[in-house]
């Protein structure tokens, strides 16, 4: 079985980008084996393993010191600072972030009603509201939606969700804006924010969670998202 | 209601950054309204106002200017930036950091049972094998731990998940070594990791995913984390 789509050279790419970043088999600044010796241990032909290593080299992995060999780059993507990392979110597509939002939202959701702060609850109400009327005027509501389920992470109490929310709303940002050219779309979201809001001020924490997983749901089918 | 066990002072310096981050009412560089103004609006008192504002500026988020008033800080963890971001797990305890393993392994896992390609998967039996033999011998397994994890969420095949599982990872790594001296947790370790292995080999999404779960909840009850 190879990865869906990915052609032979990208897989093997991803092969030795794991033996650097899980097996932990090459460091930062490392020598890579010869093209004789890499090919055999990865049971490939030298031209996938060349193949290979240009696409590394173009994503910034290893480079080639000519006459020198192929070494591990000095890459953000690879450090192992502690405390502090980056997520690169430029080889992720909107089905990753999708899929990240529907394992993570409902979640988020559920220790939201369990734990907001009648403030945090406000807070959470009037996004709703405002975005509410921005669709009934017709205006862009992509910052006030962000903000709706900014204000549930946040409720959750809980540090890591509160700062992962930003980071997926950043990464989606890039490609997508909440028109309301989409009729169904959008009376699905009036619909779904409605049923959230009513969750939330119940303190109703399964509710809360099944209402986010259907507005999650219900987007990732107007963008056409399957598994 | 307020947050559990955080003081007025906490609550309002909460509130104050939640004004920064998510109403964006302040930005960088902004100048915050005087006590009177700030105090009123926020409906607390000018002590409990200087209070919360003393511990913004100790978290990095505020900073007063003599004379000239209390500002919003250039701060790593307000910045903007496009693709990448930062994030922040200084102020995170251990119980978010489970509570997010929780929420997202067991999605991890299922996806892995579903996608993972032949490669990967002998690359989780490795790691899950490895752990096994340094447990049996008494060694310390932390590193391999993460690595069975990682090759997991990897296998996955989004993106997001493989660049969150070593943030996550990192962030545990501070407080957390896998010891080898609670002999329970040991044993439930080992069951569970075979389990989940087995599911695996069976492409067996659900009970991959119910297995991961287990192993998580043994991990927080062995670490007297509750909800």
């Known amino acids: 079985m190879t990865k869906r789509g990915k052609s032979l050279a990208e897989n093997v790419a991803d092969d030795i980008l794991a033996m650097i970043t899980i097996d932990k088999k090459f460091a930062v600044g490392d020598k890579l084996p010869n093209e ?13 393993l060349r193949e290979a290593i240009r696409i590394l080299v173009t994503h910034n992995v290893l480079e080639i010191r000519r006459g020198k060999g192929t070494f591990v ?5 690879l450090s192992e600072d502690v405390g502090l990392k980056e997520l690169s979110t430029s080889e ?3 089905k990753d972030l999708y899929e990240m939002r529907l394992i993570f939202e409902p979640e988020s959701a559920y220790y ?3 734990r907001a702060t009648d403030k945090e609850l406000d807070r959470i109400l009037y996004y709703g509201k405002l975005e509410e009327e921005l669709i009934m005027k017709n205006q862009d509501r992509t910052e006030v939606e962000q903000s709706f389920h900014n204000s549930i992470a946040r409720a959750t109490h809980n540090e ?3 700062q992962l929310m930003p980071i997926l709303y950043s990464a989606i940002d890039k490609g997508v804006h909440f028109s ?3 009729l169904e779309m959008v009376q699905d979201t009036l619909t779904d924010h409605r049923l959230i809001m009513n969750f939330l001020c119940k303190r109703d924490a399964e509710g ?3 209402a986010m997983r259907l507005h999650i749901i219900h987007a990732m089918r107007g963008f056409g998202i399957k598994e």
Chains 1, 2 share one sequence.
Do not use: G, Q
Not at 73 to 77: G, I, S, Y
């Open 160 to 162: 890591f969700m509160n």
């Open 36 to 48: 004789n010796e890499l090919s055999l241990a990865l049971k490939v032909s030298r031209t996938t």
């Open 73 to 77: 780059k000095n890459n953000n993507n």
């Open 92 to 94: 992720m597509d909107i």
């Open 112 to 114: 939201a009603a369990k």
């Open 180 to 182: 309301s050219s989409n």
């Open 208 to 210: 809360a969670k099944t």
